[in-house]
């Protein structure tokens, strides 16, 4: 079936993924990129689909009503995967308003133009709404994040992510949008921009600089290779039911000080180094203001429902990642310049 999909935040980490995949796997579809590209949007992401006929890219801001509304006149669209946000916990510390602007306004802005465009022809048409686990709030040493979670949001981050999803299930509700969310745990993976930890720490090691760890290192996160994610999105996108929520997790998790150190015997080995030397540069940094000890998420549902499973183990996902940013460092010189180092300056100078 010819199908039109506006896939918001494409220029990012996961966003160009997704985009990557369905522009491969469905050369009927056409897919729009729509994206702001902030300091987190790189096109350099997607060199290899820029000229494929089905694919455009539109830069648009989420938050902007009117080119929004422009969007759907142009295209009429029949399908949305809505990535598009401020990712980052830390600079959510820093700078609440711009998440609470983009992942909230902006979703909202969204449903507001789908429900308008598609008022009179809701058949057929999916909003899809990408969120975190991060919304349910940090665990204890023991359980798992399920769909029944209640939500316990603790970071600005977290927060704005959490009510963009109430606002997605408020239009399924009131307005009958054909709507259908999925949480999903930490992904790893190439195209990652390094402000977040694998990617911080890969860069950090190669270039010889101490690898901040916050705290003492127990909290505990579970990994998913990107890739991973975006097949999971694919198989929600097309099979999952409307008005539901799937969580999207790696059953892998790790303490933060276990996977740098995994991480740090990866590069030695890579980059000819003794054993141990990588090690030497983790250094123990103040921890972040309110920082959630365990995400751990149940995927069991997703499975069960809709057959999909992680394909990678840990260890095969990271050291593939590794490959990616030491075959790429002109990725990482371009998005490492400029604005990426006045923010590592003001992030870490006071840890
Ligand atoms: P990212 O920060 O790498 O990319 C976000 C993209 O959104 C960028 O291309 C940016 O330019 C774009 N964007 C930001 N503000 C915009 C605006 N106002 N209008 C249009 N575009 C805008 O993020 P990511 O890590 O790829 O995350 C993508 C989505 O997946 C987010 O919704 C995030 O909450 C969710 N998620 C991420 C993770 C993770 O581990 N990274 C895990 C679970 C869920
Ligand atoms: P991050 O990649 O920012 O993802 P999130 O906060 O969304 O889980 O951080 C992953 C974990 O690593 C988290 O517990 C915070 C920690 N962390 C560090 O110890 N040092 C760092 O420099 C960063 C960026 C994160």
């Not at 409307?242 to 969580?247: A, D, R």
Request: glycine share 8%; net charge negative.
């Amino acid at each position: 079936m010819k199908k039109t999909i506006l896939i918001t935040g494409g220029a990012g980490f996961i966003g160009s993924h997704v985009v990557r995949l369905f522009v491969n796997k469905y050369p009927d579809y056409q897919i729009v990129n729509g994206d702001a590209l902030t300091y987190a949007g790189n096109l350099e992401n997607l060199n290899d689909v820029q000229d494929k006929p089905n694919y455009t890219f539109e830069k648009v801001d989420i938050t902007d009503e009117t080119a929004i509304n422009a969007l759907f006149e142009k295209y009429a669209f029949s399908g949305i995967i809505h990535l598009a946000a401020e990712s980052h916990v830390d600079r959510s510390i820093q700078d609440p308003l711009t998440f609470i602007r983009t992942n909230v306004l902006g979703t909202a802005v969204l449903l507001n133009a789908a429900r308008k465009y598609w008022k009179d022809a809701m058949d057929g048409k999916r909003f899809y709404h990408v969120s975190t686990d991060e919304v349910y709030g940090s665990l204890g040493e023991e359980g798992f994040f399920t769909e029944e979670t209640a939500y316990d949001p603790r970071s600005p981050y977290s927060a704005s992510k959490a009510s963009s999803d109430h606002f997605v299930r408020a239009y399924f509700h009131t307005y009958h949008l054909p709507v259908v969310l999925s949480n999903c745990s930490n992904n790893y993976g190439s195209h990652h921009f390094p402000e977040k930890l694998i990617p911080l720490a890969i860069h950090n090691i190669r270039n010889n600089k101490p690898i901040p760890v916050y705290g003492t290192g127990e909290n505990v996160r579970d990994w998913l290779f990107v890739d991973d994610h975006a097949r999971a999105i694919d198989t929600i996108f097309h099979n999952g039911v409307t008005g539901e929520t799937y969580n999207i997790g790696g059953f892998n998790e790790w303490k933060n000080i276990d996977l740098i150190r995994l991480l740090c015997k990866i590069m030695d080995s890579k980059l000819g180094r003794e054993p141990g030397t990588s090690a030497q540069l983790i250094t123990f940094v103040k921890d972040r203001a309110g920082h959630d000890q365990r995400y751990a998420i149940d995927a069991s549902k997703l499975n069960k429902a809709l057959g999909w499973a992680p394909s990678l183990q840990f260890e095969e996902g990271l050291e593939k990642t590794v490959d990616w940013y030491l075959a790429n460092q002109d990725w990482l010189d371009h998005v490492t310049s400029g604005a990426y180092k006045k923010y590592y300056e003001e992030q870490y100078q006071q840890r």
